[in-house]
C-alpha cells in the first residue's frame, strides 16, 4: 500500500508530533512495509483456523486473591539510590499550576 509524505504529516499531527524530512521518509518507508506485511497476511486462508482470544490460559490470569508475605522494607529500600524516611525518593512529577481566579 502506497504512504504518501501527506499522509505522515496529517498522522503527526493528529499525534502532536514533530518530524524532520528524513523522519517523514524513514516513517513513510516503516508504514508501506507495515501495511504490505499486512496486505500479505490477508491472502492466508483461516477458513479452518478457530479465532485465539487468549495467549494462554484464561484460568492462569484470574488466580486466587490472597495475601502473601513480601520483601522486608529495609532490603527492598537497598534498591533506592536515595531512599527518604523508609520511602523510595522519586522527582516531581506534577506542578501546581498558576491558574487565575474567576471571578
Same mark, same amino acid.
Given at each position: 500500500?502506497?504512504?504518501? %509524505?501527506?499522509? !505522515?504529516? #496529517?498522522?503527526?499531527? &493528529?499525534?502532536?508530533? +514533530? /518530524?524532520?524530512?528524513?523522519? %517523514?521518509?524513514?516513517?513513510?518507508? +516503516? &508504514? ?7 496486505? #500479505? &497476511? %490477508?491472502?492466508?486462508?483461516? #477458513?479452518? !483456523?478457530?479465532?485465539?482470544? /487468549?495467549?494462554?490460559? =484464561?484460568?492462569? !490470569?484470574?488466580?486466587?486473591?490472597? !495475601?502473601?508475605?513480601? &520483601?522486608?522494607? #529495609? ?7 536515595? =531512599?527518604?524516611?523508609? /520511602? /523510595? ?11 487565575? %481566579?474567576?471571578?
Amino acid at each position: 500500500m502506497r504512504v504518501t %509524505k501527506e499522509d !505522515v504529516e #496529517k498522522m503527526a499531527s &493528529l499525534a502532536r508530533l +514533530h /518530524f524532520s524530512e528524513e523522519e %517523514k521518509a524513514r516513517t513513510r518507508r +516503516h &508504514l508501506e512495509q507495515i501495511l504490505t506485511y499486512v496486505e #500479505k &497476511l %490477508k491472502e492466508l486462508n483461516t #477458513k479452518d !483456523v478457530e479465532p485465539t482470544y /487468549f495467549i494462554q490460559n =484464561p484460568g492462569e !490470569v484470574m488466580r486466587e486473591d490472597r !495475601v502473601e508475605p513480601s &520483601l522486608p522494607r #529495609k532490603e527492598v529500600l537497598r534498591n533506592a539510590p536515595t =531512599p527518604a524516611r523508609g /520511602f /523510595f525518593r522519586v522527582p516531581k512529577v506534577i506542578s501546581q499550576s498558576r491558574r487565575k %481566579k474567576v471571578e
